[in-house]
């Protein structure tokens, strides 16, 4: 007994000690400049413009990121751009046009209007579960489009042609669809691999054959899966995904998903959170992230509740096992000195950052949050108007960040960071990240996109 005793005395000290080694380390800290040349003090229309950038995705080193142009003042302006891809191929080269939709309807009104999730995505075998002699990676993109229909744009990482297929018909869904996440996974009884998109009321699956238009074949019928709960008008939005200890997970509403694999899949609810804000406009679950389980067993999702009080979660999938990892509002309400209570934690991911010290592995978590110490921004009372992001340590520890370009005055209202990565480029200092964002909370805006430039000080 005096054994056991002895040895679990070294490991609480162990803990301990990582802890205080942890807390210890000096802080990461990065310096800022616009990377998008894009000026919200301007009325100009440009080649690159928007309202938002939504995210990014990676694909043969080079950085793609989605723009939406959603509430723009000028939006009947004939001049005035579509939903874009963007791309910025090295460091020290400007961003520029991949894909732009400016398709309009009878009336003049753009079809497309955001770019509303980017994702880069790898298939090793095709639909006939045939090994592929290279891995094809692809990049998708779901839209966000005005009226009825469903729409996924893809292109291959060797054609830079892109491909748009309707994958459901506006006589079959409600409107204002999009898909809102993407994720490549292989269903672990089948071992097909496939693509799978999540919509509004519904996840679609796609997998690569080289004899279907954009070498991607779209399955007709949607995965079966259960109605969703949480508040209404935002329940049946998935608005993530996650591989976690071999599972899939889809975050929907006020639940987490589980898929059951097999030839007849299936979706099976298996974490319902419940939700304080009753607001028509809160999605609930958001940013599901796989992560090291603390207990040194498998692996954990991190997950960004948006409501009020705001909260990150960490669900362990194996045990159903539920904690409040950081309750957000509270946090932010000591951080900024004012009551902080609703919160968009994680808009689309939580982004995985080496730390260069320790080598372990930190998160950077975007929001947008509102508290009382701001006054009104864009007709929202007590936005906050600065950018900002958490830094999640290995420990559980959180720290917070501002995102600003100080040689811009007066600073523009960032308001939101939606998506934040690693720079790809080798002409980048190590360290380096690119961040972006603006929400516009339903307000008319132009030019207020934005993506910055985070150099590691070293």
């Not at 609810?269 to 603390?294: C, E, F, H, Y």
Request: net charge neutral.
């Amino acid at each position: 007994m005096k054994k056991y005793s002895f040895a679990l005395l070294l490991l609480v000290l162990g803990i301990i000690l990582v802890v205080f080694t942890e807390a210890k380390r000096p802080s990461l800290h990065w310096t800022w400049q616009r990377s998008l040349p894009v000026d919200p003090a301007s009325m100009r229309i440009d080649q690159i413009g928007g309202t938002e950038a939504r995210a990014f995705a990676v694909m043969n080193g080079k950085l793609y990121a989605a723009i939406g142009y959603w509430m723009d003042s000028l939006q009947d302006d004939p001049h005035l751009p579509g939903a874009q891809v963007l791309v910025k191929e090295s460091a020290n080269t400007a961003w520029h046009v991949d894909l732009q939709l400016d398709q309009r309807q009878p009336n003049g009104k753009r079809t497309f209007f955001a770019i509303a999730s980017l994702a880069a995505v790898t298939f090793d075998r095709d639909i006939h579960l045939r090994t592929l002699a290279s891995p094809v990676t692809m990049l998708a993109a779901g839209v966000w489009r005005r009226g009825l229909g469903l729409d996924v744009f893809t292109r291959s990482d060797t054609d830079t042609s892109w491909h748009r297929k309707e994958i459901q018909q506006p006589d079959e869904s409600e409107q204002g669809a999009q898909v809102r996440a993407f994720i490549a996974y292989t269903d672990k009884v089948s071992g097909h691999r496939m693509l799978f998109a999540g919509a509004t009321n519904a996840i679609f699956t796609a997998e690569y054959d080289d004899q279907s238009p954009g070498h991607l074949h779209w399955n007709a019928a949607p995965e079966v899966w259960p109605g969703a709960g949480g508040p209404a008008g935002a329940r049946n939005r998935v608005l993530s995904f996650a591989e976690c200890n071999g599972k899939l997970y889809a975050t929907v509403g006020d639940g987490v998903y589980e898929r059951r694999d097999g030839m007849t899949s299936s979706w099976v609810k298996v974490l319902t959170v419940p939700i304080q804000s009753n607001g028509a406009g809160v999605s609930g679950i958001r940013g599901a992230t796989t992560v090291d389980n603390p207990s040194g067993t498998g692996q954990s999702l991190l997950l960004g509740l948006e409501d009020n009080p705001a909260k990150i979660l960490r669900f362990d999938p194996q045990t159903d096992s539920l904690l409040t990892e950081l309750n957000v509002a509270e946090f932010l309400t000591k951080q900024f000195g004012s009551h902080t209570g609703y919160a968009i934690t994680a808009y689309n991911g939580m982004a995985a950052y080496p730390d260069p010290e320790s080598g372990k592995q930190l998160y950077l978590i975007g929001f947008e949050a509102i508290s009382h110490q701001y006054p009104r921004t864009f007709g929202h009372q007590y936005l906050v108007a600065d950018a900002h992001f958490l830094i999640r340590k290995s420990t559980g520890v959180y720290e917070l960040r501002k995102i600003e370009d100080l040689s811009i005055s007066p600073a523009p209202s960032l308001v939101a960071t939606r998506t934040m990565i690693v720079s790809p480029f080798a002409d980048d200092p190590p360290g380096t990240i690119y961040a972006g964002g603006f929400d516009c909370n339903k307000n008319s805006v132009h030019n207020s996109a934005w993506i910055y430039r985070g150099v590691l000080i070293q």
